[in-house]
Structures are given as C-alpha cells and as structure tokens.
C-alpha cells in the first residue's frame, strides 16, 4: 500500500514531531488540534524542529518552506477522508484515544490504516471503537520523533498482516528502524525500561546510593545517561502512568516506589516544569547546581517513611538485571526476537551500538551469572528479581553466552 497523505491527530510535542518526520519522508500530512490556537503552535513546533536543521546547515531555508508546505493544520475531521493513514498522538487515556478512533472510522476511508502512538495502552481496545479492527494498529514513535530511530510496529488481537506489513513499510519509509512487538501491557521497550528506572528509584529511597552515585555508575555501563537524567526528561507523570499500566498487567514485581508517588505530588515532573530528581535552570535546560536539594531529601524520607525499604547494598546489576529478567521474560513470551529485543534497547534507550543491546549484555556476563545473580537479588529483595525459568534452561544446557559460544546469540 503506498501512502499519498497522512493525518495526524494532536498536535502536541509527539503529534507536532511526527508530522515533521511524516512531511520530511515527503507526504502531504494533516494535523488536527481541537482549537485554531492549538493548530498553530502545533505547525510552529514542527517549523522549530526544521529550524534546527537551517542553523546548522543541514538544510536550507528554501527546503524548510517546500517542507513546511507538506503540513496542514485543522480543527476537524473534513480532511482526512482521503488520508491513507491516520496516527493518533492524543494524551494517554484510553477513553479519549477510543473517542478519537471513532471518529476517524467514520471520516476516513475504508482502506486507511489507523495508528496509534500510544507507549502502552491495548491496540485490541482502541480497535474495538472502530468497524475495521483489521485495519488498526500501534505504530509507537519514540521521544523526540525526529531524532529517535525506533518505531514498535504492535498488532492487535484482530490487527491484518497486511496492515502490520504495511505499517512496516510506512515507518521504513521515513528513515525509522521498524520492531514488530506483539501486544503486552507496555509493549516491548518500556516494559524493559520501567524495571530498571524503579530500581534506581528504590534504591534512592531505600538510602543506598546517592543520586549523583547511581547516576555515574549506570553512565560507566555506557548509558548516555543516568537514570535520574531520563527520568526527568520523559517526565515523572508519564513515566507513573506507564507504571500503572505495568503493575495492572504484570503484578507485584512492577510495584513503583512510594517516591515517584511523592516527588509527583509534590509537583516535580521533571525537566517540562524545572524540577524532577533535579532542578533546572529552565532558561538553559539544564541542571542546577546542587542537584540533591533539601526538598528532594525530605521527599525520599517521607516516602521511606510511608514504605520502609530494607537497605540493601547498591550494584548496577540490580538494574541491569532487573532489565534482563524482563527481556528474557518478553523473548519465552514471543513479544519480540532476541534481535529486535536488542534493537529496541539500542535505538530506543541509547544503549551503545558496540556493546549490542541488553541480551548481548547477558551473554557477555554470562547467563549463569546472570541466573545467580537473579537467585541473590531475590534472597534478599523479594520476587520482583525472580528468575525468567528461560534462563534455568539455557543453563543447565549449557548455553551460557560468549564463554560457551552460544547464548541468546551464536558465536561460533
């Protein structure tokens, strides 16, 4: 299926970024907000992004405005009935994503595919607002849309091969690097992610490391940043909801922290608002100087307070193994490849190219040490670290990673 025009629906930092990378692949995108206000600081937004471009001579001000000319901006439906594929980018609340498939069931066409770019909500619910399940689809861009590479490409329970085969040209087309994730609570790269931020959260709260510690070692792992870093990028309140979805889905090992509940209530969302785990200098974006205030100390001694945590010894592989357990928990499931399971944690999160994702971690540290670990981390912190039994297997097989030639790779 070749995509004429494309349809955006919200025009926020998401929204506005995929019709830019939609008009710079080339294809006439409209973008629709609820009011003309809205529209227009969507367009602006997009603009900023080429902008970007301009001043550093990657492009000129002439391709700017024959880009710029690809993006419409409405406030209805009207002119998507042509559109041969819409992508959702409303905010994460299923009764307004279904709302919003509803209503683009009836206005577009019947062969249009409908997207959505939601990072964890079920694509079989969002598909049942609409008379073409087979036609619906999650096509889950990743923050910012214009500099990040990975697009999971989720089918649902009703979801065509020809719509997820199509999907999967369309985001290709756009320069992107496609993985198919079959649908679970938080699909494939949050689902790994959350583990791991939640226990540097648990390890702060619990007084075993401090901030500034925790961040540096997981930056001495090679992550371009620290844990606390990102968190106050993707902010605190979307990264509390993607938890929620967690914890409903896959129970007690998800439980978040009581200190995300605390820094959320007290109004630090991350860098958006000029405080997270760190405060900003919004003017610069940047991280004040002492980034360990008294309030943020006074929140992890109220969250101690109101959940008292053992005190356990901080190690990176408490994160990392914790991220681990999940991606091998993902690959006995069939959410994903061992390939695009890698994939995903390297041109989702940043993890470096040459170290080659997270199951390439477990088999350059040893699947057996990864299981043993898992066995200690679970002796003294609870289940939340309980051993995938996919990894019991490869082990008394003998399929221990680099050491024996194979792993979850081969390296004969």
């Known amino acids: 299926m070749y995509i004429y025009k494309a349809g955006v629906v919200g025009g926020g930092t998401m929204g506005a970024g995929i019709a830019q990378v939609i008009s710079y692949s080339g294809v006439p995108v409209v973008l629709k907000e609820v009011t003309p206000e809205l529209a227009d600081k969507a367009v602006k937004i997009a603009r900023s992004i080429y902008q970007g471009r301009v001043d550093k001579g ?23 009935q042509d559109a041969d594929i819409v992508i959702e980018a409303v905010p994460e609340r299923m009764e307004l994503k279904k709302k919003v498939f509803a209503e683009l069931d009836r206005h577009c066409q019947p062969s249009a595919i409908l997207a959505s770019n939601t990072s964890a909500l079920s694509i079989s619910a969002l598909a049942s607002a609409t008379k073409r399940p087979g036609k619906v689809i999650g096509i889950h861009f990743f923050f910012p849309a214009h500099v990040m590479k990975l697009i999971e490409v989720i089918p649902g329970l009703l979801t065509a091969q020809e719509t997820v085969d199509d999907a999967t040209a369309f985001s290709e087309s756009l320069r992107k690097l496609p993985v198919r994730v079959n649908e679970c609570p938080g699909f494939l790269v949050n689902r790994l992610l959350m583990p791991y931020l939640n226990e540097a959260v648990i390890c702060l709260q619990e007084g075993s490391a401090a901030l500034s510690e925790i961040e540096q070692a997981m930056m001495a792992l090679g992550w371009p940043m620290g844990p606390f870093t990102l968190v106050d990028a993707l902010g605190l309140d979307v990264c509390a909801e993607a938890g929620k979805v967690l914890l409903e889905g896959y129970g007690a090992r998800m439980q978040p922290a009581r200190l995300w509940e605390e820094l959320i209530a007290a109004n630090r969302l991350g860098r958006k608002n000029g405080a997270g785990f760190f405060r900003y200098a919004q003017a610069a974006d940047t991280k004040s100087a002492g980034a ?5 100390k006074k929140l ?10 053992q005190k356990g010894k901080f190690s990176p592989e408490r994160l990392m193994y914790g991220m681990v357990n999940e991606a091998v928990l993902s690959l006995q499931e069939n959410v994903s490849t061992a390939a695009d399971i890698d994939l995903g944690v390297v041109a989702g999160l940043g993890y470096p190219l040459e170290r080659g994702g997270i199951l390439h971690y477990a088999d350059s540290a040893g699947v057996d040490n990864i299981l043993q ?40």
């Open 58 to 80: 990657k492009m000129s001000p002439q391709e700017l405005e024959s880009k710029m000319a690809l993006i419409s901006a409405v406030t209805d439906y009207a002119e998507f």
């Open 292 to 296: 360990e205030d008294e309030a943020l």
């Open 300 to 309: 992890i001694a109220q969250a101690q307070a109101a959940q008292p945590l």
């Open 373 to 412: 670990g898992l066995e200690a981390f679970t002796r003294e912190f609870g289940f939340r670290f309980h051993p995938a039994h996919r990894l019991r297997r490869m082990v008394a097989a003998g399929l221990t990673g680099v050491g024996s030639k194979r792993g979850f790779f081969d390296y004969a």
